[in-house]
């Protein structure tokens, strides 16, 4: 028997078990999903034409491969009750991984793609479910600290902010790589947090 998988950067295939007689076996799964709307998978990665089937909202996706290199090119590849095909990663919810390297580089690039609000407290859902799973891997502190950043750059409502700050103060109470830095982004949001509170206090004297 012999296992084929392929990870370049952030492009992770399908990973084939092929046994002694060639027979290809389906694809290993690295983590799941689901559909947060009804959506449409397709045959090919560029998702154009006829779709090869749909997926109600909520469906339970495997997910078996993806390209997540921020080009606007991403794609997801996924099979569900006889569907397998390519979806965009904004219509599926934040994956739970199974597989500690291909999982670790499927969040790595998914968390950078998120832009729905309701979806982050399932984001950091997904970072503490790989952090559990991969035991003492430090990389889950990359993923915490990826999704803080990346909640800092949408800066959309104090829910985010709350989700943003929650990411940082896990950091910086662990001594690592990202304590100082989380620390010093911490101040940062105290710093803000004072701002708005002062602007508000004078448009209300006014």
Request: hydrophobic share 35%; glycine share 10%.
């Amino acid at each position: 028997m012999i296992v084929c998988s392929v990870v370049f950067g952030s492009v992770a295939t399908a990973a084939y078990i092929f046994r002694d007689e060639g027979k290809r076996l389906p694809p290993a799964s690295i983590g799941s999903t689901y559909a947060v709307q009804g959506m449409n998978v397709y045959q090919g990665t560029d998702m154009t034409g006829p779709p090869s089937g749909v997926v109600p909202r909520q469906g339970q996706l495997e997910i078996t491969g993806f390209k997540l290199a921020g080009n606007g090119k991403d794609w997801i590849q996924v099979r569900s009750r006889g569907v397998s095909g390519y979806v965009h990663p904004s219509e599926v919810a934040p994956p739970k991984v199974s597989n500690r390297e291909q999982g670790y580089l499927l969040l790595k690039g998914f968390l950078g793609t998120i832009d729905n609000p309701s979806l982050m407290s399932l984001a950091v859902d997904s970072v503490d479910s790989y952090r559990h799973y991969s035991g003492a891997d430090a990389r889950a502190d990359e993923l915490d600290w990826t999704l803080a950043e990346h909640l800092r750059t949408l800066k959309s409502g104090e829910d985010l902010a709350r989700v943003e700050r929650l990411e940082y103060s896990k950091l910086a109470a662990k001594p690592g790589e990202y304590q100082q830095r989380a620390e010093a982004r911490m101040a940062e949001l105290s710093a803000r947090t004072r701002s708005v509170s002062q602007n508000t206090t004078h448009l209300v004297r006014r």
